[in-house]
């Protein structure tokens, strides 16, 4: 007995302070549960953050949504930047910026489709169908090098809006695809997720308050 008192009390501060981390966002964990950070976070991916760790660029920051739920998705602009969305490329203070990690949208035949088959099954490669001989396949940059591919973009026209749009946004007629260029507000960020046509983030949210962000992932 004597011999399990010790092992209890160390389980038990262990507990504690896990507990207590959890509370505080010192150190926290999640699993990733939706898609709309692949190919980077699939489903079930564990992501490990802290409040110690400060949004940056191109880190994933998670925040805290008014129904208490947190969501995940990479630090794109800051406070005082100036970001512009062009054909689905992403503009940083007039700069385009290099993220071959992002999915986006292609239209395929469905006999192209068939000839990658394999690549697709192995990368696990979002397709949808668009009609019966044209599907819609997301891919990164590297991916679409590696299938030997020559794609038409699947991107939404400028000017024309997206009803789930954020507000103001939206009054602009902005699209996911085709926005701003616009200013961040000071003590905010913008967010984007790395699956760029499956992700409610700072084009349908709008610019995510310094205060909503509770940690910055690690890993």
Not at 18 to 25: N, V
């Amino acid at each position: 007995m004597k011999k399990i008192i010790p092992v209890i009390l160390i389980v038990a501060v262990v507990l504690i302070l896990w507990i207590a981390a959890r509370a505080t966002h010192t150190f926290e964990t999640f699993s990733s549960s939706s898609t709309s950070n692949e190919p980077t976070y699939q489903p079930g991916h564990v992501i490990m953050a802290s409040r110690f760790k400060k949004p940056d660029y191109g880190t994933f920051v998670c925040f805290k949504q008014p129904n208490g739920a947190i969501w995940v998705f990479r630090c794109i602009a800051k406070g005082g930047d100036m970001i512009e969305i062009k054909d689905a490329k992403v503009y940083l203070n007039g700069k385009l910026l290099d993220e071959p990690y992002v999915y986006n949208e292609y239209n395929i035949t469905a006999r192209q489709l068939d000839s990658i088959r394999g690549y697709v099954e192995r990368n696990k490669n979002p397709t949808h169908l668009l009609s019966d001989s044209l599907n819609v396949i997301s891919l990164t940059d590297s991916q679409l090098k590696e299938y030997h591919l020559n794609l038409k973009p699947h991107i939404s026209p400028k000017g024309l809006s997206n009803i789930d749009m954020y507000g103001d946004f939206k009054f602009l007629k902005y699209s996911e695809d085709n926005l701003g260029p616009v200013k961040v507000p000071e003590n905010s960020y913008f967010l984007l997720g790395d699956n760029r046509h499956d992700a409610m983030d700072s084009r349908f949210l709008g610019f995510i308050n310094k205060d909503d962000i509770v940690s910055t992932v690690i890993n």
